[in-house]
């Protein structure tokens, strides 16, 4: 085999000569290895009538039924502005990528739309695991990602927006409405994903400051709908309430067991941050009773309320109602509108400085929101709704004022310091 | 206690939607991946039934053999089209019927809510069965109950009746069964049946514990056909006892540890019990060579 | 190369509670051909089976000073014991040297099976003479004619050095020419070897035998040479008497005709 | 007899084969450098990645019989590898973010400490799918699982390792994954010149791959391995074990799994279970099926298809997708199941003869038969 051992020689030679050119690179602790963000020239193209922008949505795999709504409510959005003249006289062009509810696919296509589409900003995300996948890749090229959907908090970036709430506009509020109700006991159920584990491990913090004792502390993959054996234990353990962080189709069998297991909301009441109008039907009857913490509610008064139901009513594809993470997309683009108009330009360091200027404002379905320019937050009302017999929520219990966004908890005493300072350090 | 209770509710529902496997799987030797799908299908059709029917009471012990018979069509459509060319080859049955699966997956998000539908349970139903002090919710109950009615007609079907027979005929040795005149094609095609059928009634059980939405079927799948390896290829009781072992030992991880932990330690045990005893619980000693 | 011979004692093999061979003793030795017949269901390949290591079995199967029972196939095998089998199985998708090549492998270091094959073994190339496939070399297996797959079976026993041949059923399906053919290649290779033949053929066995075993029921019915066996009225009884099976019936007149 | 240019033994001239390897070669390592955009050849770096996967599952599948519906586990074991190993590089002496995250105070995890070390990393990404294979493979082939069973219980494995990642969100990050690296071995990895030399390193682990399924194909052991596809009892009656052929396959097909999933890490930039599932093991396996499961280049220009599909078509047409790729299994397997790279043997059949009536010719015989002891 002379010949081929030869041939072998060749290559594998000529292979390293390629990896020795191609490794003449950035090393780490160069000085340029810090260069990163700004590296990475836009290729947004804003000469045109149009401005392209990228909707990132799951429309295939398990995240297909709660994300497509979401891509439906930015295209009603995006059209709505287009009808009334388009982002600095520019209509929107928007380019809709499907994450298939896989987080790598997330990021790819992240740099797809920036670096191929060449959109000006990209909207959309649901699972905390898929914004994780985003957040870098839009730190690298120096993008806009605009997140729709409540979360763990503990995050900030200067390429992110989050137009849902972070935990001390849900989760606290939450807790202090428990607190409220004179709650002793709470029982812990959520999804196995990070959202659950974190929120879980700061409602325990916080239990402890006011007097609650947390009794139990139960997950289950998110693929997974069979809670019988963990409702069992919620049962034995005869909480005062559930504190339930469940996520998707796994809330169905959820709500199913507990029913099932004679637990009712007049002994042991559920408060939910992951079940909202969109996902109450498919549980029937069984949730009716218990309660939800969001920001926003379809049953909210306020005076742009009624028209952001009935625009979506009216729209292609609607299912008819609305809810919390669909009012928090609506407001991205619309922010983004504001944002972008407020600095005069679609580059994304002007945008953040605008941001930081001065406040940026929407009159959103759940009222006005301030943009947070250092945090990229936006203030929010906190809401208690009771799920009612038409799967609609009854709002037992509202923050007395708009709650400023405070990602990292850092107004908050009983979150130790030391813990903050690891996790600003671990972010980097 | 619970842990066992709610063990055997989990290892009946497991093993309705084991049955229909261990039907084409075990008598026919077709790996149908699609049998989840099967399953989703008997579930949406509970829902639809709701539809027309909207009493609950009434429409879930209608939808339970309407459910059996559209499950049912789809896998006899699926024979007839698809897996009749390909007994010789029952590996790839199983990719055939994964590209099955997904599709129906798709379609089935597109057509329903794609946040899922909601099958109302009969108030009969409401409640539970105190035994020794721990109350067992009766749609537990149902499904055990449910599960034992499907097994126990199952096997008076293969048993008794001449259809059953020849099935077992075919099984056993097809082309002497040809030659005895039966008609194999027809008893493949009404296996089939009976087993995707059989998929569609569990879907009704399922749609009553867990979400009705496209991606349910999969979560039963892979646990299915293990049940059934691990009962012993086309032993009917086999499968009953591994089914209730893996739902058993569900419960009790899941009481021990977390619900996740548990579906790992379920795996693992029946992936080692099936290493030790790859032919399964029960096998039929044969003298095939080669 | 002679001396150790095969012997069989007292051979058992249950299914499940049916007895299957039940206490089956003989031998047989280099240089003769020897035969193994009786009805269906007599045991006949259940007793290879066993001797091959393919189903559990008591008692003894001894060549030379080795003991085979009890061991698996692969090491059978290597001691020497070779089969083919009643439908010849041969690799369809190899060619005839392919077949040949990994027949002759086993004697060849782990390492040496991770190159390509170059030039023909010259064990295969008389293996290939010794049974008229020299002409097939490059054709795949799966379209020789029945009669060349047998062959093949044979020559891949050749290759593979066995001491022990058994062959079930060899000539099923050929035609006289072809058994003529094979019958004068199993009496050539059994100068050096023992060949230990299962036949429903009784033309076959009174042309090319040297020495026989009838069984029945699991039982050694009678033993000797052809014409010893024919003239046993055991033999006679059974093949005659209670005519059960259509084959039992053929072998019957088959027999008759011969007596 | 098409069916034996299909299974893949009636060769191509091997120095035909090795020309093609060397064609791909220059279009991977040379051409698509300089004709592709970042965004495309970091894609077709993935591709590559689920190519080398590929490659080994066209080894121990489409000639050894065995369909691995696990390869998910293995490639999970060479990216997780990486991907810690990464993972710390970028976090320095800090313990990971995301471990911060869900239990503050708690140490770095006993298992993360030896992947600080390049040198064990890289021996891990090697070793860790040779051993776990080695040990599976020998206690299944020894009890003589295969067939189905063996696909579901590798199916199952993968099912099993990804719930557990899930569940052990603290110390794999779960469902999450690991993402967010900014050094490969000490290069910055958002550096074009970097990014292009991990594309290349990728691109020239795939050619090594297929030059070693290529040896192996030629060799003796590659047509003992198709000998024991077809019928392995008649193997060991020629004194081989054929446990021990097709353990050999099946850890070279785990290693390559493994390699593919190494590489994966730092051009994807991400790794979650849901990569390793079952969902992702039975698409590897789509590929491999599309390009022809027996033959050298059909499971990895399979692969790199499907890939390209799932991206391209998955942004044009995300609704059809499913249904393109579930078709794609039905049509391929029902009519081709040898793979688009028998079309060419098969139309040269056409011509020599009238098509016959059934669609698929049956082979396979290894199948049909199931575990006895």
Redesign the interface.
Known sequence: MFS?SK??RA?VAS?AA??LL???????G?D??A??SS?AASCVDTSGATIKLGFLNS??GGMAISEKTVSNVLHMAADEINASGGILDKKIEYV???G??????F???T??LL??DCVAAIFGGWT??SR??V???VE?LNGLFFYPVQY?G?ESSPNIYYTGATTNQQIIPAMDFLASKGVKTLFLAGS???FP??AN?IIKLYAAKLGIKIVGEE?V??DKDDWTSQVAKIAAAKPDFIFNTINGSSNVGFIKAYYDAGLTPAKTPIISVSIAEEEAPAMGHEVTGNYASWNYFQSLKTDTNPKFIESWKAYPNSSGVTSDPMEAAYISLYLYKSLVEAAGSFDVDKVNAAAKAKPITFDAPEGKVTLDGENHHISKPGHIGRINADNQFDIVWASDKFIEPDPYLEGYDWF?A??RK??T???? | MAPLLNGSAQGALLLLAALGLSLT?GQM?V?NMAHGEFLMIGAFSAYLVQQVISASDLSIPVALPVAFVVAGLFGLVLEVT?IR??Y?????T???T??????L??AAL?IFPSQGVPVEKPSWLDGQLTVLGYGWPLRQVFTILLASVCVAVLSAWLKYTSFGRRIRATVHNRDLAETAGISTRTVDRLTFFVGSGLAGVAGVAASLIGGTNSQMG?QYI?PA??VV?AGG?GQLKGTIIAAWAVGVALAFFAYWT?G??A??LA??L??VF??LR??GLF?VR?R??? | MTGASLVVTDLRVEFSGFVAVGGVSFDAHPGEVRFLIGPNGAGKTTCIDAI?G?TKATGSARHGDQELLGR???KI??LGV??T?QTA???????VL??L???A??H?SSF??????RGVDPSIEHALEETGLTGELTT?A??LSHGQKQWLEIA?LLV?DAKVLLLDEPVAGMSQDERTATGELLQRIAAKRIVLVVEHDMDFMRRFATRVTVLHQGQVLSQGTVAEVQADPKVQEVYLGTAGAATTAAMAVVLEKEG | ?T??QE?G??KMK?WIS?GGIGVL?VLL?AVAPLVL????L??LG?YSCWAIAAVGIGLAWGRGGM?V?GQGVFFALGAYSMAMHLTL?T?GD????????????APLPMFWEPFRSTGFTLLAIVLLPVVVAGALGY??FK???K???F???T???A??LA??I??T??ETG????L??F??FF???L????????VY??AA?LL?VCL?AVW??Y????G??L??TR??E?????????PANVKLVAFVVSALMASIGGAMFVPI?????P??IG?AAS?LM?AGV?LGGRASLFGPALGAMAVGWG??SL??TW??G???V??????VV??FL?YGLSSLPARFAALRRRPPKE???P???PA???????
């Open positions: 081929t041939r072998m290559l292979s390629a990896l191609a490794g003449c690179g950035a090393r780490a160069d340029t290895a260069a990163g590296a429309l295939t809709q990528e499907d298939a509810t896989d987080w790598p696919t990021a790819e296509k740099e797809k670096t191929q905390s695991s994780k996948a957040k870098p890749v690298k763990e503990l196995d994903y990070v584990r974190t491990a997950y993959p998110l130790p030391d813990i690891q996790l350090d671990a972010a980097g | 799987f030797g790996i698809i060319w390909m010789r080859r029952p590996l790839d199983l990719l055939v994964v590209g099955v699966g997904l599709i997956q798709q597109q999969a892979i056909f293990l390896a290829i977390t996740s932990l579906q790992v795996f693992i029946v992936i099936l290493q790859p032919q096998t044969t095939s060579l080669v | 091959t393919l698996p196939v692969h095998v290597r070779g089969r089998f199985s041969v690799f369809d998708e190899l060619t392919q077949n090549d990994i027949a492998g086993r060849r040496s099976l991770l190159r390509a094959r795949p799966g379209i891949m593979q | 007899m069916k034996n299974s033994m009636t091997p090795l070669a390592l955009s970042d965004h495309w970091n894609n993935k369909l519906m590089e976090a800090r313990v990971p973010g995301f471990m911060v995250l869900y239990d503050p105070l206690a299944l009890r003589r699982v067939g189905a069973y696909a579901i219980l199916q199952a494995l099912v099993a719930t557990l899930s569940s969100i603290r779960g469902d999450t994954g993402s967010d900014k050094y000490g290069f910055v958002n550096d074009p010149a970097n990014r292009l030399m290349l390193i020239g050619i030059l040896q192996f030629r060799s003796r052991f047509e003992l198709v000998a077809d019928a009892e008649r193997v060991r009656f020629l004194g081989y074990d994807v930039g991400i790794i979650t849901a990569e079952a039975i396996i099926a799932q991206s998955g942004s995300p609704d997708w499913p249904y790729l579930g078709l794609l299994f039905i397997i029902l199941p059934q669609p698929a049956a082979p396979a199948e049909l038969e199931e575990v006895h002891s």
